[in-house]
């Protein structure tokens, strides 16, 4: 019932920049956190940024603050992850999960990813 759909990734050179979306269906934004992971080839899957249920907090790792962000949009109940100054580190499947809270073990559904690629 509740549905997790993310778009706009692609291919990009370093230092470039994208928007991801997170579409979530059959929940409100306004209600649940919503957060955003990647995973690279061999590597775990990893936490990028989170956004709590009424937009006043926001939560990303070091690796990412400055370059990252997360926003939202409640009219069309969606949550970006704007990229900038990206590097091919960043080259990895990026999803969104929506949950209770942006704890770890709290994200119940998540969709199928869109991939970045970093070109050098």
């Known amino acids: 019932q509740v549905q997790v759909v993310e778009s706009g990734g692609g291919l990009v050179q370093a230092g470039g920049s994208l928007r991801l979306a997170c579409a979530v269906s059959?929940?409100?934004?306004?209600?649940?956190?919503i957060g955003w992971f990647r995973q690279a080839p061999g590597k775990e899957r990893e936490f990028v940024a989170a956004i709590n249920w009424n937009g006043g907090s926001t939560y990303s790792p070091g690796s990412v603050k400055g370059r990252f962000t997360i926003s939202r949009d409640t009219a069309k109940n969606l949550v970006y992850l704007q990229l900038n100054s990206l590097n091919p580190e960043d080259t990895a499947v990026y999803y969104c999960?929506?949950?209770?809270?942006?704890?770890?073990?709290?994200?119940?559904?998540w969709g199928q990813g869109t991939q970045v690629t970093v070109s050098s």
């Open positions: 999960a929506t949950g209770e809270n942006p704890l770890p073990g709290t994200w119940d559904y």
């Open positions: 059959g929940r409100s934004i306004s209600n649940y956190a």
